[in-house]
């Protein structure tokens, strides 16, 4: 059946076929526990189009997408060179089938390239001969970090995120999405088993104030870190639903100095 990923998980909610039958009967217990995960991860994917969208309007051609998982299902490079065709995306993911796969996919693609690296070294993303060779560090870059920051502890996550933001010029971009506690019934308890029994970290919740400190002097967007379905929707996101849905976004740029 073969070990499932979170990776291969998250595919297998999107309803991609780059997953395995490990992937699915895990993904099937995480749903067990959390029924509302598939339409979470889908409207995560969708705050990443709009999120690139917007990107790519404010003149971002240079995209770092970390923790990116496989490049498939509305995916970075495609949804910002339909705006803006020379733009240029390095994905970065830390398990080395995910990033196999992602070269696979992008094979004959110069300008969109899976690495493996970790967030906890981000001397090594920053350094690495594919970032040096898409990424000018002169030029305004986006730092994608999409349900990534919670599989990670606060010792790793606010040192290696200054490293990661400090790297870019004015002008750049940070975009994050992670779950937030509500304040009631909260599901992340039970999804945790779940992923602690797939041998996968348990993901942990943190507040607004904790998100946004992470921006740094980033400056949040209109509407700033918000319900994932109510940043800048494409219709009416309705009533926002903090326990089946507890995940916040948010778009920040970096003042030009």
Same mark, same amino acid.
């Given at each position: 059946?073969?070990?499932?990923?979170?990776?291969?998980?998250?595919?297998?909610?999107?309803?991609?076929?780059?997953?395995?039958?490990?992937?699915?009967?895990?993904?099937?217990?995480?749903?067990?526990?959390?029924?509302?995960?598939?339409?979470?991860?889908?409207?995560?994917?969708?705050?990443?189009?709009?999120?690139?969208?917007?990107?790519?309007?404010?003149?971002?051609?240079?995209?770092?997408? #970390? !923790?990116?998982?496989?490049?498939?299902?509305?995916?970075?490079?495609?949804?910002?060179?339909?705006?803006?065709?020379?733009?240029?995306?390095?994905?970065?993911?830390? $398990?080395?089938?995910?990033?196999?796969? @992602?070269? @696979?996919?992008?094979?004959?693609?110069?300008?969109?390239?899976?690495?493996?690296?970790? *967030?906890?070294?981000?001397?090594?993303?920053?350094?690495?001969?594919?970032?040096?060779?898409? #990424?000018?560090?002169?030029?305004?870059?986006?730092?994608?970090?999409?349900?990534?920051?919670?599989? *990670?502890?606060?010792?790793?996550?606010?040192? @290696?995120?200054?490293?990661?933001? +400090?790297?870019?010029?004015?002008?750049?971009?940070?975009?994050?999405?992670?779950?937030?506690?509500?304040?009631?019934?909260?599901?992340?308890?039970?999804?945790?088993?779940?992923?602690?029994?797939? !041998?996968? /970290?348990?993901?942990?919740?943190?507040? /607004?104030?904790?998100? =946004?400190?992470?921006?740094?002097?980033?400056?949040?967007? +209109?509407? !700033?870190?918000?319900?994932?379905?109510?940043?800048?929707? $494409?219709?009416?996101?309705?009533?926002?639903?903090?326990?089946?849905?507890?995940?916040?976004?948010? =778009?920040? /740029?970096?003042?030009?100095?």
């Amino acid at each position: 059946m073969g070990k499932p990923t979170v990776a291969g998980m998250y595919d297998y909610y999107l309803g991609g076929v780059h997953h395995t039958a490990g992937d699915r009967e895990a993904g099937d217990r995480m749903l067990r526990a959390m029924p509302t995960l598939r339409e979470v991860t889908r409207a995560n994917r969708a705050f990443l189009r709009r999120a690139v969208r917007y990107l790519t309007a404010a003149g971002i051609r240079q995209f770092v997408d #970390i !923790g990116s998982g496989i490049p498939t299902v509305g995916n970075v490079h495609e949804v910002a060179r339909a705006e803006a065709p020379d733009s240029r995306v390095l994905y970065v993911d830390v $398990d080395p089938e995910v990033v196999a796969l @992602s070269a @696979s996919l992008l094979r004959g693609d110069d300008r969109a390239v899976a690495i493996e690296a970790d *967030l906890a070294d981000p001397a090594a993303i920053l350094g690495h001969p594919e970032c040096a060779r898409l #990424i000018d560090p002169a030029r305004p870059t986006a730092l994608l970090m999409l349900c990534l920051l919670q599989w *990670l502890p606060d010792e790793v996550v606010v040192p @290696s995120v200054r490293t990661l933001r +400090e790297a870019f010029p004015g002008g750049s971009f940070i975009a994050l999405s992670h779950p937030v506690a509500p304040p009631v019934n909260d599901p992340t308890a039970a999804v945790g088993e779940v992923y602690r029994a797939t !041998g996968a /970290r348990a993901a942990t919740a943190r507040t /607004r104030d904790e998100l =946004v400190a992470l921006f740094g002097d980033y400056v949040p967007v +209109e509407p !700033g870190l918000t319900w994932v379905t109510h940043w800048r929707p $494409d219709g009416d996101p309705g009533v926002p639903d903090p326990v089946g849905m507890p995940l916040v976004v948010g =778009v920040a /740029r970096r003042p030009e100095r």
